[in-house]
Nanobody
Framework: QVQLVESGGGLVQTGGSLRLSCAASGRTFSSYTMGWFRKAPGKEREFVATIRWSGGSTTYADSVKGRFTISRDSAKNTLYLQMNSLKPEDTAVYYC????????????WGQGTQVTVSS
């Protein structure tokens, strides 16, 4: 059974940094694409970044490009999101998710971690 557990959220001032972690367990993720998504109050959930576990190719939403970096540590089975130059509009609950190769959707989700950026 796949489990994804996020950590690292918190309260930070504008311009600050946070690193989110997502501990993944339950299977080998070499054939998966991992993603970070976020949901702010009153808004739809939105894509933030993705990474292919094997090969490490990445994609980013335009709103975070140049400020956020997604990475993974295969030895620790952990996904990361380094967030720099944070803005109040980055305030949201951040979720990690896993998409099996060939699947049309992300079938596994973590419980989320709150990120709050104060102005």
């Amino acid at each position: 059974q796949v489990q994804l557990v996020e950590s690292g959220g918190g309260l930070v001032q504008t311009g600050g940094s946070l690193r989110l972690s997502c501990a993944a367990s339950g299977r080998t993720f070499s054939s998966y694409t991992m993603g970070w998504f976020r949901k702010a109050p009153g808004k739809e959930r939105e894509f933030v970044a993705t990474i292919r576990w094997s090969g490490g190719s990445t994609t980013y939403a335009d709103s975070v490009k140049g400020r956020f970096t997604i990475s993974r540590d295969s030895a620790k089975n952990t996904l990361y999101l380094q967030m720099n130059s944070l803005k109040p509009e980055d305030t949201a609950v951040y979720y990690c998710a896993a998409q099996r190769s060939g699947s049309l959707y992300y079938g596994y989700w973590g419980q989320g971690t709150q990120v709050t950026v104060s102005s």
